[in-house]
């Protein structure tokens, strides 16, 4: 397993579109952090609190970057035959789908912490904390940090869910297009059907059923953590194992 990691990380880190990816994420950060700062330059007002408010309301958009992910490491290999040549050089095909998620994994959480840690490097030393003599708003920003961390250990297995979903998808579809809108179907899609007929049909079974989606905790932020790492992981085994014994079974052309 070490060895397939390390070819399908060679091919990751050489390919341009993972830098110009990596550098177009990084630069969206630059650019809302150099809003903050005008902003306040220009007579308005926002707050460090603000700022990590505004965080915890992203972190929603952790369930699609697996679409990016996904595609850095899969790189459309069933229209190039490197799956195929894959499994014809005697690569497990558990060996092959697993590594390949473990390194989508490992991508997704290395630009997560450099997104992270470069808006709060850029966010931490710029931002006023408190607009008060008594201090209220310092209060408010101790308030708005326990909610980033907790959200964060929240959102982080659901990411993983998303992620364990998308790469079911690229594995199960060939077309350049399906396998996103897949994805996207199941993570987003899905919620909203149950929303929508909850609302004409079964409220009480159908919200229920909502509740145990990736998209749901993060609807208000009150689900404990256990709760979404049960839902997140939940979410990543299930998708893994179908994976898993769908690709067994499939024939590669």
Same mark, same amino acid.
């Given at each position: ?104 994994? =490992? !991508?997704? #959480?290395? $630009? ?7 808006? +709060?490097? /850029?966010?931490?030393?710029? %931002?006023? *904390? ?52 897949? =994805? !996207?179907? #199941?993570? $987003? ?7 929508? +007929?909850? /609302?004409?049909?079964?409220? %009480?079974? *159908? ?47």
């Amino acid at each position: 397993m070490a060895d397939y990691l390390s070819a399908e990380l060679y091919k990751v880190v050489h390919r341009k579109y993972t830098w110009i990816a990596l550098g177009l994420f990084l630069g969206c950060v630059v650019l809302l952090t150099a809003l903050w700062w005008a902003t306040n330059s220009h007579g308005g007002f926002v707050p460090l609190s603000g700022a990590l408010y505004t965080l915890v309301m992203l972190l929603s958009v952790g369930l699609y970057a697996p679409l990016i992910t996904t595609d850095l490491v899969f790189s459309e290999q069933y229209k190039i035959g490197t799956l195929k040549n894959e499994i014809s050089y005697g690569i497990p095909r558990s060996r092959i789908y697993l590594g390949k998620l473990v390194l989508e994994i =490992a !991508v997704a #959480v290395l $630009a997560c912490a450099l997104a992270v840690g470069l808006y +709060l490097a /850029l966010c931490v030393p710029t %931002l006023p *904390l408190e607009a008060d003599p008594d201090g209220m708003l310092m209060a408010e920003t101790g308030r708005m940090w326990e909610l980033v961390g907790r959200c964060l250990l929240s959102a982080f297995p659901l990411w993983l869910g998303a992620q364990g979903v998308t790469h079911l998808c690229f594995f199960l579809f060939r077309g350049g297009v399906a396998a996103p809108f897949a =994805a !996207v179907g #199941v993570v $987003a899609g899905i919620p909203g059907l149950l929303k929508l +007929l909850g /609302l004409l049909l079964n409220p %009480l079974f *159908l919200t229920a059923l909502r509740r145990f989606t990736l998209v749901a905790p993060m609807d208000s932020w009150d689900y404990p953590i256990w709760e979404c790492w049960l839902i997140g992981l939940g979410w990543l085994a299930a998708s893994t194992l179908l994976g898993l014994l769908l690709f067994q079974r499939r024939e590669i052309n």
